[in-house]
């Protein structure tokens, strides 16, 4: 379903793994014991009138809507990708900053909201929203948008807009959770900018992460996949492993990039030749192709020809990308030369080499 994650499941995402399972199972247990639910309500009446603090606590981690955990369950196994990039204790941090930072402005958006439309929030959606949807920021501005294909030739569909759509479908569950997205969102811009140094008063202690790393992380942890083959280059690759071919394909262009790259040390050759050749169309992949004719010998001047594949322009915008996605500036330089600074194409290269 998801595009952007890969296909490692929960492999270097122990948090993830024990929100799902434990948040997951107490939900399923509330709904089979109904009578114990009004302990876990997010009642804003009872906590600021009758000084119910303990609801923050209850109100805000599970869900009583079987829909609204399924949902947010979904969205947490996407973003699972943030822990493998950052790490458990900077993934958990973020999580503990956007929740209690979500909590404070619930209460003054829901003021807000009572002083502006004269109607009053007496109860907010149960469970842990405001930080799955704080993700939704790191979401936006870290992963990079691909191209998957187009729906009547003009909506575009990229390996992001399914995500879009189960928050959508979060967002209008139920009437006032526009509220609770709108504090994630605040919450999650406010921590990852750092604004008011959040990142500096809120955060998982050393010493916590040491304790949940030999004592939790055990408990929740997933073995390693044996199809796993990028493990050591980052999860930031993780990300980029959706591609517009199959798998048969990948390999081919792979091949074919390969033997370009040895052509152009050992010959000089046409721009238009390589392109030609590493980008063949796709009903010639994979064919036996004829050898190329060498030169003739009688050749005395050079004919004019475009700058060398190594030689053509990069654009260093490009080239920090790719290495912020964990490629080394060498492989970048290359893949985006090969590729005629196509950033998708050049990716694609890159994960498979």
Excluded at 104 to 124: H, K, R
Excluded at 148 to 166: A, D, E, M, R
């Amino acid at each position: 379903m998801f595009t952007t994650t890969g296909s490692r499941g929960l492999y270097k995402a122990p948090l993830c793994k024990g929100l799902l399972l434990v948040l997951n199972g107490l939900t399923l247990m509330l709904t089979l014991l109904p009578q114990y639910q009004e302990l876990f309500v997010y009642n804003l009446q009872a906590i600021t009138q009758q000084h119910q603090l303990w609801r923050l606590l209850c109100g805000r981690l599970v869900c009583l809507d079987v829909k609204d955990s399924f949902c947010s369950s979904l969205l947490i196994y996407n973003f699972r990708i943030f822990e493998r990039r950052f790490g458990t204790r900077k993934f958990s941090s973020f999580l503990l900053g956007t929740w209690c930072v979500s909590a404070l402005i619930d209460f003054l958006l829901a003021q807000a909201f009572q002083f502006l439309f004269d109607n009053e929030v007496e109860e907010l959606p149960a469970g842990l929203l405001a930080p799955v949807f704080s993700l939704f920021v790191p979401f936006y501005l870290s992963i990079p948008r691909m191209p998957v294909t187009q729906v009547l030739g003009h909506i575009h569909i990229t390996n992001k807009s399914l995500v879009y759509i189960v928050g959508l479908q979060l967002l209008t569950s139920s009437p006032f959770m526009w509220l609770l997205a709108l504090s994630g969102l605040i919450s999650g811009e406010l921590y990852q900018s750092n604004a008011l140094r959040l990142q500096k008063l809120l955060f998982v202690p050393a010493w916590v992460s040491c304790v949940g790393q030999y004592i939790l992380e055990p408990l929740f942890s997933s073995s390693q996949p044996a199809s796993e083959t990028l493990l050591g280059m980052g999860a930031t690759l993780d990300i980029q492993r959706q591609q517009r071919m199959d798998l048969l394909d990948q390999q081919l262009l792979l091949a074919q990039y390969n033997e370009a790259r040895r052509n152009t040390r050992q010959q000089p050759q046409a721009w238009f030749s390589q392109w030609t050749r590493l980008f063949p169309s796709l009903r010639h992949r994979g064919q036996n192709r004829p050898q190329m004719q060498p030169r003739p010998q009688a050749q005395t001047h050079p004919p004019t020809q475009p700058p060398l594949l190594d030689n053509s322009p990069v654009a260093e915008e490009q080239v920090a990308r790719l290495v912020e996605m964990g490629f080394s500036r060498i492989d970048a330089l290359e893949a985006l030369r090969a590729s005629n600074n196509d950033i998708n194409m050049a990716t694609n290269f890159l994960l498979q080499h």
